[in-house]
């Protein structure tokens, strides 16, 4: 069995990834305050995927890891209006019960996991046609 790499040194990886852009360049993430020494709110932007009422839209979300990450996954919420059925319509929370990667959370998952998936969501047939808010509203 591997050890288990402390959750500050998870995060300083995720976010040396993250500001050096090393990931997909359709999704992007980094600290939303970089004096954050817990290293707990995060900000992930998502490009919309071609072919989709998505395309050409960036959707900003907010990404909270709470103290037992990477044990436990963060909380996801959009902050621009989207519609998708893993998404609450009131507040923009992603529901963990509805998307996979947070369903079946494991450890070795990342924060760019989930925003992957959230945009491969976005792309899929049952998504891709759902008609969406007008451009650059957002959650209260």
Not at 71 to 91: A, G, N, R, Y
Not at 110 to 128: G, Y
């Amino acid at each position: 069995m591997s050890a288990k790499i402390p959750r500050n040194f998870r995060l300083l990886e995720e976010l040396e990834k993250g500001e050096k852009g090393l990931g997909t360049e359709a999704c992007s993430f980094g600290l939303a305050d970089s004096s954050d020494m817990l290293m707990s709110d995060w900000n992930g932007t998502i490009l919309g995927p071609p072919h989709s009422v998505f395309e050409n839209r960036i959707y900003g979300l907010k990404m909270h890891c709470g103290e037992q990450y990477p044990d436990q996954p963060p909380t996801i919420q959009f902050i621009h209006k989207i519609i998708l059925p893993c998404v609450e319509e009131s507040d923009g929370k992603v529901n963990p019960t509805k998307l996979p990667c947070l369903a079946n959370w494991k450890r070795e998952n990342t924060m760019e996991t989930i925003l992957i998936e959230l945009r491969r969501f976005m792309a899929s047939s049952q998504c891709k046609k759902i008609p969406q808010p007008p451009e650059g509203t957002t959650y209260n």
